[in-house]
């Protein structure tokens, strides 16, 4: 058979890699279509380059190796007429790959190589055999190097990766990625330099509690892909991640301020909507994919893309996000507008608690409470009901439960809306509660209406904008607040107001009003108990307290 009767072949048959994308699976397999996507960000000119050497450090099903190799073969027929030469040379010098387990080494290699043995002993079909390069070794240039973690001293977790030992003993894979822990490139491979570092690396590894909630003990491992493709100084790196390094992500602030600041980040297209690009994955906050040139320095074109279309592309600086990488180009300047008005008297992130309130014990699932009042206890309000505990049970913030304040819900996801809620209701409480840690407290007050001024502040457009701006995941952390300005609440201030204070556009007002939906606070001016949350109130919900899940281990504090 042809190379040309193959082509031809292949374009009337399904993707078999493209039903591979859609399965739910441990590994997260990229639909043909975005690696497409993603390789379009190169320069034409590596399609040309004979001399230049490829890596997928993270190779699963084999797919960025396969469309590498399509397009090497249509840029290099000029350099190389004759497809059987051309394509021994593709294979045996220029594309190299990292296989995650042993299973993707087999899938991988069959879809480079037509199959799994490399040395292509195993094909008998004689009309093959043009297409089919023989290596010495079954793994070819796509091995499965089998590593071992380096636990620490009290051997609890990893020392490279932070897995934990528990993790380590208890599966059947190790997880311990060779790319990352130093065993690829192989000793064979060290002298080799690499042009183009390209992929999707595993996303995390941790465990779950058994009931399919994520734990704290979960912890990201694109990050370490990422830093070390770069590391190794190619021309050039395109990977795809999880978009939550932009604004959050449990141990990746380092990761964060180096990703900003790094000027050589040419090319960032961020794809925010929930399936759309993963369709069997719930990645929460969305992922995007990014070109690294070395030779580059300057200010990145970033872009959003939605249902596999870009609808807004921009040049920037990254660097202007106060710490975070803005995913919004309209925003951006929104921001930075408010953020150079003298009005402001500070960042309401300086106003609201840290994510443990009334101290660490407190917790969503606290055990500790009551459900009916005691001599001396105090109400402790939870997600979904009421409890009540002796005040000596907190330990820090002893002193707000005898303050006016308002408490906001720790998470709140829009589920890739098109129209975002942001956060949950505000609570306005008269003094005398305290709270677990399925609230901030947003602030304190001496008095009721400023108390109920500022719940409303908190449900208006222009500060749901804001904080959207900086949230990531479903989860609130203090830091999300950085962009609202603290103004003062003697007054109340409505969407109206604030437009024509911080002198907004209409066009600017037009895309906040689009963008957030409307909401109301929860009023308990006349008692530390909300009625929301008792017998019969909308929020309510009998049982024991410890039913509750705890928050996802990716606040970035």
Not at 227 to 240: C, G, L, R, S, T
Request: glycine letters at 6%; hydrophobic letters at 35%.
């Amino acid at each position: 058979m042809s190379e040309a009767a193959v082509i031809a072949a292949e374009k009337h048959v399904p993707d078999v890699l493209e039903t591979l994308a859609q399965l739910p699976n441990d590994d997260v397999y990229t639909p043909p279509k975005v690696v497409g996507a993603m390789l379009d960000v190169l320069p034409d000119h590596v399609w040309s380059e004979p001399d230049y050497r490829w890596l997928d450090p993270a190779t699963k099903s084999g797919i960025f190796l396969r469309e590498v190799f399509r397009r090497l073969m249509v840029g290099l027929a000029p350099w190389q007429p004759d497809g059987v030469k051309r394509r021994e040379h593709i294979l045996k010098n220029m594309i190299f790959g990292s296989a995650t387990t042993q299973l993707n080494g087999e899938i991988a290699r069959r879809t480079l190589y037509q199959t799994r043995d490399a040395t292509g002993l195993q094909v008998k079909d004689p009309s093959l055999e043009d297409l089919v390069v023989h290596f010495d070794e079954p793994h070819g240039n796509v091995p499965y190097v089998e590593t071992e973690h380096t636990l620490d001293k009290k051997e609890r977790f990893c020392t490279v990766c932070r897995a934990p030992a528990t993790l380590i003993r208890e599966r059947r894979e190790s997880f311990a990625y060779s790319f990352i822990h130093g065993t690829y490139p192989t000793k064979e491979l060290a002298a080799m330099k690499f042009d183009v570092i390209v992929g999707n690396p595993p996303y995390q590894i941790g465990m779950d509690d058994g009931k399919g909630n994520r734990t704290a003990n979960i912890t990201p491992l694109y990050n370490l892909f990422v830093e070390k493709a770069i590391a190794m100084n190619p021309k050039y790196v395109v990977m795809i991640t999880p978009s939550r390094w932009f604004a959050g992500g449990k141990g990746l602030n380092e990761f964060r301020d180096k990703m900003i600041a790094d000027r050589r980040l040419r090319v960032l297209v961020d794809n925010p909507k929930l399936y759309d690009v993963f369709p069997m994955a719930k990645i929460e906050g969305g992922v995007s994919y990014f070109l690294w040139d070395r030779e580059y320095l300057g200010d990145c074109e970033f872009s959003t893309r939605i249902g596999g279309n870009v609808r807004d592309t921009r040049t920037r600086d990254l660097r202007l996000g106060r710490g975070v990488l803005l995913r919004d180009n309209f925003a951006a300047g929104i921001v930075q507008k408010i953020a150079s008005d003298p009005f402001s008297k500070g960042s309401l992130a300086d106003l609201v608690s840290a994510s443990d309130p009334f101290g660490q014990s407190i917790k969503t699932n606290f055990k500790g409470a009551s459900d009916s009042p005691f001599e001396g206890s105090i109400p402790l309000v939870f997600a979904t009901k009421v409890g009540h505990i002796d005040p000596d049970m907190l330990e820090r913030n002893r002193a707000w439960v005898e303050r006016w304040k308002v408490l906001i819900p720790m998470a709140f996801g829009d589920s890739g809306a098109e129209n975002f809620s942001v956060t949950g209701e505000p609570i306005a409480l008269a003094p005398g509660s305290a709270c677990t840690q399925s609230y901030l407290v947003a602030g304190t007050f001496d008095n009721s209406q400023e108390t109920q001024n500022y719940a409303y502040y908190l449900t208006t457009k222009f500060v749901r904008f804001l904080v959207l701006q900086r949230k990531i995941s479903q989860h609130l952390t203090n830091a999300r607040f950085t962009f609202v300005p603290l103004l003062d609440m003697s007054r109340r201030w409505t969407d109206s107001d604030l437009y024509q204070q911080f002198r907004l556009s209409d066009e600017e007002v037009e895309y906040i009003e689009r963008m957030i939906a409307s909401r109301e606070p929860i009023l308990s001016l006349d008692s530390p108990i909300p009625a929301t949350h008792l017998p019969g109130g909308r929020k309510y919900r009998p049982g024991d307290v410890s039913d509750e899940v705890e928050p996802e281990g990716d606040v970035d504090e």
